[in-house]
């Protein structure tokens, strides 16, 4: 499972700064909000807190598992966002651009997050299953 866990988790990743690049090179509305360096500086920024919770995944760190459910969920949901946006408006470059790489997102995101879920390490303070409560 940690061997799965870790080929998906470098496969979203991946797959995140090439959602980024087709977002820049597609002129995402928000690349006209922001401006295209502060676009590219903030998604570096936040693409640092998953790479850093990839390296406490293999770790087995549980706190990081928690946070990277939620990593893996929103990279899902904007694969489905930006498709469905993208449909809904008929609108691509200088709209809702990211919708290729934003399949991959879904198509790996959604596994991901189901193999952290089913290889999450118990809590520390966590009692095995079937034990019976303490007696006081």
Request: proline share 5%; net charge positive.
């Amino acid at each position: 499972m940690r061997k799965r866990i870790a080929v998906l988790y470098a496969l979203l990743l991946i797959a995140h700064a090439a959602h980024v690049g087709e977002e820049y090179f597609g002129r995402f509305w928000l690349v006209g909000v922001f401006g295209p360096v502060l676009f590219l500086a903030l998604n570096a920024a936040l693409f640092c807190v998953p790479a850093a919770l990839f390296f406490s995944v293999l770790k087995s760190r549980r706190g990081a598992y928690i946070l990277s459910l939620i990593y893996a969920g929103f990279m899902a949901a904007q694969g489905i966002g930006h498709n469905a946006a993208t449909l809904i408006t008929g609108r691509y470059r200088g709209g809702f651009a990211g919708g290729i790489s934003g399949l991959a997102l879904l198509l790996i995101g959604v596994p991901l997050f189901l193999a952290l879920k089913k290889g999450m390490p118990p809590a520390a303070n966590a009692k095995p299953r079937g034990s019976a409560p303490a007696a006081d």
